[in-house]
Each structure stands twice: as C-alpha cells, then as structure tokens.
C-alpha cells in the first residue's frame, strides 16, 4: 500500500517561493514515475510537473516553465517541487501523483496524496 504525504503549503507573497515536500511509503518508490498536480478554486485538476524514477526526464506545464522545478530524493522516498516567481494565478491545492495510468499530464495516476494548499497575495 503506498500513502503519499504532501507538506510544505502556505501564504506566500506574489513574487515571493515555496517548496513542497511529497513523502512515499513503499519499496518500488525509485522506480515509478511521481507528478505534481493542482486544482485551482471552482477548477479541474490540472497537471504541473512530471519526473521519471531515475529523474532523466522532467516535464512542465506551459504556465509554471521556468518558474517550478519538480526534483526527487529516492534515498528519502520523497519528490519535491521548488516553486519561484510565484503569481496569485498558482493558488490551488497542490497534489503529488504516483504511477500514471496513461499519459504523464493526465490526472489518471494511481496512488494521489490529499493535497497541500498554496496561497499566493497579490
């Protein structure tokens, strides 16, 4: 059973940054893809940030390119998500992702943590 734990949310100031923390349970944590997903106030949930288990792949989102960067620790089982130049757009309930079912932006993954809030003042 793999329970994902997200951590690191808050108030943030426009400009200011954040990182979020994702820690995994279950030892096939290095191997599977981990994704960040966020859903905006009265949105769908919408993809953000993908890395592949060994991290020599990383995909974006067009919105947070060159703003976020998704990172893992397999050593920690965990997978985080260093978030810059933060806009009041980015406020949404942050939610890591474990095991795509489909394609990597999808939000069909199996294992989903409860999510994280993030603020952004403007």
Excluded: H
Excluded at 36 to 57: C, H, K, L, M, N
Excluded at 83 to 99: G, I
């Amino acid at each position: 059973q793999v329970q994902l734990v997200e951590s690191g949310g808050g108030l943030v100031q426009a400009g200011g940054s954040l990182r979020l923390s994702c820690a995994a349970s279950g030892r096939t944590f290095g191997y599977t893809a981990m994704a960040w997903f966020r859903q905006p106030p009265g949105e769908e949930r919408e993809f953000v940030a993908y890395i592949t288990g060994s991290s020599d792949r990383t995909y974006y989102s067009d919105s947070v390119k060159g703003r976020f960067t998704i990172s893992r620790d397999n050593a920690k089982n965990t997978v985080y998500l260093q978030m810059n130049s933060l806009k009041p757009e980015d406020t949404a309930v942050y939610y890591c992702a474990q095991q795509p079912r489909g394609r990597y932006n999808y939000p069909s993954y199996v294992y989903w943590g409860q999510g994280t809030q993030v603020t952004v003042s403007s």
